[in-house]
């Protein structure tokens, strides 16, 4: 079974999983947009190592222990949980061939992440999902292993 088909079944009728009220949605709304910015990534680069818009705090140095930890490799699905614009799940993806699926309550974080997707090659074996870690739209037991960084929830 190819990534994208096993992708396509792990999926479930998860209906409108919004933000819960817990959620900051136009803060992060608003930070997705500006992200991009080059005073932003300029700034990201130099504290975390990264240009992916993160909002967080990993650093590449983090992700690569957290790669090597988890072991990834082609054929395996990861699931970056509260993905945001797609840091470290992409970068994980990219460094380790495995194929990740970035969730976000969010829409904005999702355009963005996909969009990095894209751009990095990773069309194939990336998807962006609107959700959140309380009803994550996944059939249980469709992935390998699902990450979360700087996810309060």
Same mark, same amino acid.
């Given at each position: 079974?190819?990534?994208?088909?096993r992708w396509r079944?792990?999926?479930?009728?998860?209906?409108?999983?919004?933000a819960?009220?817990?959620?900051?949605?136009e803060?992060?709304?608003?930070?997705?947009?500006?992200?991009?910015?080059?005073?932003?990534?300029?700034?990201?680069?130099a504290?975390?190592?990264?240009?992916?818009?993160?909002n967080?705090?990993t650093?590449?140095?983090?992700?690569?222990?957290?790669?090597?930890? *988890?072991? @990834?490799?082609? %054929?395996? /699905?990861? =699931?970056? #949980?509260?993905?945001?614009?797609?840091?470290?799940?992409?970068?994980?993806a990219?460094?380790?061939?495995?194929?990740?699926?970035?969730?976000?309550?969010v829409?904005?974080?999702?355009?963005?992440?996909?969009?990095?997707?894209?751009?990095?090659?990773?069309?194939?074996?990336?998807?962006?999902l609107?959700?959140n870690?309380?009803? *994550?739209? @996944?059939?249980? %037991?469709? /992935?390998? =292993?699902? #990450?979360?960084?700087?996810?309060?929830?």
């Open positions: 079974m190819t990534d994208l088909h079944s792990s999926l479930r009728d998860a209906g409108d999983v919004g819960s009220a817990a959620d900051d949605t803060r992060f709304r608003e930070r997705y947009a500006i992200s991009g910015a080059a005073a932003l990534l300029a700034a990201e680069t504290a975390l190592g990264s240009d992916y818009q993160a967080g705090y650093t590449v140095a983090q992700a690569d222990e957290l790669g090597r930890v *988890l072991e @990834l490799g082609p %054929g395996q /699905v990861l =699931v970056d #949980v509260g993905a945001g614009c797609g840091w470290p799940g992409l970068y994980l990219d460094q380790h061939g495995c194929a990740v699926i970035s969730v976000d309550p829409v904005e974080g999702c355009f963005v992440a996909r969009r990095r997707a894209l751009t990095d090659g990773l069309a194939e074996r990336a998807w962006t609107r959700g870690a309380i009803a *994550l739209p @996944l059939r249980s %037991g469709s /992935v390998d =292993v699902v #990450v979360q960084s700087d996810l309060l929830c």
